[in-house]
């Protein structure tokens, strides 16, 4: 059972860069494709970014692409989302969570464990 902490989330200004963590605890990352979502307030979960079991492969939402990025440290069993250039639209819970299968996905339903979220807030 893979348990997954979410930190890094605060309040910033348009412009802006934060970087999100999430640590991985009762499993090995390497074992495990990753992914970053997030969910605004009266909006539906949104797929942000994922990485590949491998680390090679990964795939990003249409809205950062370019802006983040999703980076594994095998050593220290954590994934982070690099986040520049915020706005205010990025304002959001941003949930970390993995998945068994070996390759990126886009699909919440492919990921079997969740961390508990951080919020991000973006101020104009």
């Known amino acids: 059972q893979v348990q997954l902490v979410e930190s890094g989330g605060g309040l910033v200004q348009a412009g802006d860069s934060l970087r999100l963590s999430c640590a991985a605890s009762?499993?090995?990352?390497?074992?495990?494709?990753m992914g970053w979502f997030r969910q605004a307030p009266g909006k539906e979960r949104e797929f942000v970014a994922a990485v590949s079991w491998s680390g090679v492969s990964n795939d990003y939402g249409d809205s950062v692409k370019g802006r983040f990025t999703i980076v594994r440290d095998i050593s220290k069993n954590t994934v982070y989302l690099q986040m520049n250039s915020l706005k205010p639209e990025d304002t959001a819970v941003y949930y970390c969570?993995?998945?068994?299968?070996?390759?990126?996905?886009?699909?919440?339903?492919?990921?079997?464990?969740w961390g508990q979220g951080t919020q991000v807030t973006v101020s104009s």
């Open positions: 969570a993995a998945r068994s299968g070996r390759g990126v996905s886009r699909g919440e339903l492919a990921y079997n464990y």
């Open positions: 009762g499993g090995t990352l390497s074992n495990y494709a």
